[in-house]
Structure formats: C-alpha cells, structure tokens
C-alpha cells in the first residue's frame, strides 16, 4: 500500500484536476474569512496580533485534529480526510484557468479582460493595455503558484517529516502536515483580508505572513526555473528584486520574466527584465505551461517525502 501522505497529496492532486475549487458557500477557507473581525478597535496592532497568534492555530487545530480522528477510525480514512484538506489549502487549476480566460480575452474584448483582471491582481485595470494586463495575470500566476499552491505543499512536508521522524507516526505525521498546511492558508488568507498598507490592525498579519512564505518564494523560483529549462534565471532576476515592495514575490515573478524573455510591469510601482517586451499571447500561454509543470513538480515532491 502507498504511504499515507502520498495518497493524501495524490488525492488533493486529483480532487484540484476534477473539481478545481468548491464554491465559496462550501468553502473551509472561506468560512475561515467570514470569522476574521472587520473592525480594528481601540488597539489596532495588539488586536491584528491576536488574530495572527490565535485564528491560524484554530484552523490548524481543527484541521489536524480532524485528519487525527479520522485515523482512529482507519487509516486510509486519516489519508482520505487529508487529501480533502490539502486540497481545499492549495489550488492550481482555478489559477490556470483563470489566467487562460484573462489572456483569451486580451485578444477578444480588451475591457473584458481588465475586467476578469480583478480576479488575479488588485491593481487599478482601466488604463491597462492589453499587454499590462497580460503582465499582470503572468505576475499574479508566479505569485499565486507560491502563495496558493508550494507554500502549503512545502510546509505540509516539512512538517509532517519532522514529525514522523519524532516518532509521530503516520497518522500523526499526516495530521501535523496537515494541520500546518490549514495554518499556512489561515496566514495568508488573514494577509489578504487585512495587510494592507495603511491598516494597523494587518501590520503582524502581514510580517508574519513575509515570515512563512520566505522560503516557498523562494522554493517557486527554483521550481520556475526548473520548468522553463533555465536555471540562470535565477541569478538574472536578482537586480529586480529591490523594486519589488513585497520580500517574497519578485522571487517567482522575476525568474518568469527572464525565464520567458518578457517585461512584467506594475506601472509606477516595479519593472522587472525592463529589456524585454511585454508579454504576447503566446508568451503567456507558455508561461501557464511552464507554471502548471512547476505545479506538478511541486504536487510530486511533496507526495514522496519519506515519513509514512
């Protein structure tokens, strides 16, 4: 028989090719949105603390404890209940498929396309050309690849191999793995909700989830430059990165760029491989080619970590 986490990460991996995402209304992560408080209160910093220190350890409890219970039962119901829950953590296709549509649209209905942008970027679309918004969907399916998909898949391993060599077991370990998948998600779901600039109560959110996704930018990069067959992209990308105000993103999106020869530009903010052009409709095609193969990678490695 398969070890647990590999049928728990092949089944997540099956699950995202079929369903691609559940509706929002049936959504764990979006139940977890709707209890983050809205209001910042008299001690806003203190208060977005709290939030960071108690709401993703719920989630990682509630997750972890699950996939636990369901062990006792059997362990193949541990492993089944863990593919549910890596896949509701990760996404891939929705990200695919939404960019495609995006960059179909560049081509067929420009205002369309600024439009559909709003799903991928937070950016001010309306004087975007064609070619800024398919930089924009190219830069957003760099960074969702590394917030959606390697950063919950890398800590999942990480920690569910640490603790199946303290002696966890499997059902443990897959529990731990898991339980820190919901925590990596519940980070980054509280930065995207709260860490903006301006907003004191998103101030911790924000350097906590700088934290956690250090090394799955990182780790994305790598997988990027793997996937397009160029490995100095990695080196080129470093003089761009300084312009980028996130620590983490300009990693993927800076080793996109050089690895397909194009321009990414958020207009008066950072140009990354200025020499090059903005990205055509082929371009972007390939960079879904390429980042759905680091996708792939990524689904892989996290499946054959030896714990179970």
Same mark, same amino acid.
């Given at each position: 028989?398969?070890?647990?986490?590999?049928?728990?990460?092949?089944?997540?991996?099956?699950?995202?090719?079929?369903?691609?995402?559940?509706?929002?209304?049936?959504?764990?992560?979006?139940?977890?949105?709707?209890?983050?408080?809205?209001?910042?209160?008299?001690?806003?910093?203190?208060?977005?603390?709290?939030?960071?220190?108690?709401?993703?350890?719920?989630?990682?409890?509630?997750?972890?404890?699950?996939?636990?219970?369901?062990?006792? &039962?059997?362990?193949?119901? /541990?492993? #089944?209940?863990?593919? $549910?829950?890596?896949?509701? =953590?990760?996404?891939? *296709?929705? @990200? %695919?498929?939404?960019?495609?549509?995006?960059?179909?649209?560049?081509?067929?209905?420009?205002?369309?396309?600024?439009?559909?942008?709003?799903?991928?970027?937070?950016?001010?679309?309306?004087?975007?050309?064609?070619?800024?918004?398919?930089?924009?969907?190219?830069?957003?399916?760099?960074?969702?690849?590394?917030?959606?998909?390697?950063?919950?898949?890398?800590?999942?391993?990480?920690?569910?191999?640490?603790?199946?060599?303290?002696?966890?077991?499997?059902?443990?370990?897959?529990?731990?793995?898991?339980?820190?998948?919901?925590?990596?998600?519940?980070?980054?779901?509280?930065?995207?909700?709260?860490?903006?600039?301006?907003?004191?109560?998103?101030?911790?959110?924000?350097?906590?989830?700088?934290? &956690?996704?250090?090394?799955? /930018?990182? #780790?994305?990069?790598? $997988?990027?430059?793997?996937? =397009?067959?160029?490995? *100095?992209? @990695? %080196?080129?990308?470093?003089?761009?990165?300084?312009?980028?105000?996130?620590?983490?993103?300009?990693?993927?999106?800076?080793?996109?760029?050089?690895?397909?020869?194009?321009?990414?530009?958020?207009?008066?903010?950072?140009?990354?491989?200025?020499?090059?052009?903005?990205?055509?409709?082929?371009?972007?095609?390939?960079?879904?080619?390429?980042?759905?193969?680091?996708?792939?990678?990524?689904?892989?490695?996290?499946?054959?970590?030896?714990?179970?």
């Amino acid at each position: 028989m398969a070890p647990l986490g590999s049928l728990a990460v092949g089944g997540a991996l099956v699950l995202d090719g079929v369903v691609g995402e559940p509706p929002s209304r049936l959504h764990p992560v979006a139940w977890f949105g709707r209890t983050v408080p809205d209001r910042e209160g008299g001690r806003p910093v203190l208060a977005g603390g709290l939030l960071a220190l108690v709401w993703p350890l719920v989630a990682a409890l509630a997750t972890g404890g699950t996939v636990a219970l369901a062990g006792r &039962v059997d362990p193949l119901a /541990a492993a #089944a209940v863990g593919g $549910l829950a890596l896949f509701v =953590t990760t996404s891939l *296709r929705r @990200l %695919l498929v939404t960019v495609r549509r995006v960059v179909a649209l560049t081509e067929s209905d420009p205002d369309r396309a600024r439009t559909e942008l709003r799903a991928l970027a937070g950016r001010d679309a309306a004087d975007l050309s064609p070619g800024q918004v398919r930089s924009a969907a190219v830069e957003s399916l760099a960074e969702n690849l590394a917030d959606g998909l390697v950063a919950p898949l890398l800590w999942y391993a990480v920690c569910a191999a640490v603790a199946g060599l303290a002696g966890a077991g499997a059902v443990g370990a897959l529990a731990v793995g898991c339980g820190a998948a919901a925590w990596v998600k519940a980070v980054n779901t509280l930065d995207s909700m709260l860490g903006y600039r301006g907003r004191p109560v998103g101030r911790v959110p924000a350097r906590l989830d700088d934290a &956690v996704m250090w090394a799955p /930018a990182r #780790a994305s990069a790598l $997988l990027l430059a793997a996937a =397009t067959g160029r490995p *100095r992209a @990695l %080196l080129r990308t470093q003089p761009w990165l300084p312009a980028v105000p996130s620590p983490n993103s300009g990693w993927p999106m800076g080793t996109l760029a050089a690895a397909l020869e194009v321009r990414l530009e958020k207009p008066g903010v950072y140009t990354l491989n200025p020499e090059g052009r903005l990205p055509n409709a082929a371009t972007t095609r390939a960079a879904l080619v390429r980042t759905g193969a680091a996708g792939l990678v990524a689904y892989g490695l996290a499946a054959v970590v030896p714990w179970s």
